[in-house]
């Protein structure tokens, strides 16, 4: 009897790749379970599917034999390509960086826009302009976070969360104060 199930992706539980080792198996599992586990408000459910990917992947002959289950597929079933759009790890760290930016420019674009050119009755214009304002900064702070992620796990920047998360947050009250200070005496 099997002790685990071919049709669950246990390296998609874990987020590794089919190649990964074990020590990157190891740091995944600590990784999963110290962000599920339900002590620290985590899914219950979600840490079981976490232990039982681990349980399956750390020993050898059970992850030689849940891989060889799994390489068995209907013919023809591997040319089939399902359509999605691009997840957030797909568009790259960059690729969030231009959204934030093109966001933050046209936003503010907007702003000055109606302030400037005395278009006072495009008052709606300019509460459009704040929200994608707003949607830019939370953009740049996803970046951040994604930023942090791809680094090595040896890097020291990584550890010091809090730090960059308060660094973000004045640097965007200073810029607000500034893009204020713009709006009302400029």
Known sequence: MNQF????????????????????????????????????????????????????????????????????????????????TPSVRDVGVMGQCLSAFLCLVTGLFLLFLVRFQWIEFLW?????????????????RGAMVTLNDSLPITNRLRRHTKLQELVFWAVIATSGYGVIYLLVYG
């Open 5 to 84: 199930d071919s049709n669950k992706d246990y390296y998609g539980v874990l987020g590794v790749d089919k190649d990964a080792s074990q020590r990157e198996i190891d740091r995944a599992h600590k990784r999963q379970a110290a962000r599920h586990h339900p002590d620290r408000g985590g899914n219950e459910e979600r840490m079981k599917s976490v232990n039982e990917a681990y349980g399956v992947l750390k020993d050898a002959t059970l992850r030689r034999a849940y891989d060889a289950s799994r390489t068995t597929t209907p013919p023809g079933f591997n040319d089939f390509v399902p359509a999605s």
């Open 124 to 140: 709606p214009l300019a509460i459009i302009a704040v929200f994608v304002v707003v949607f830019g900064v939370l953009l740049a």
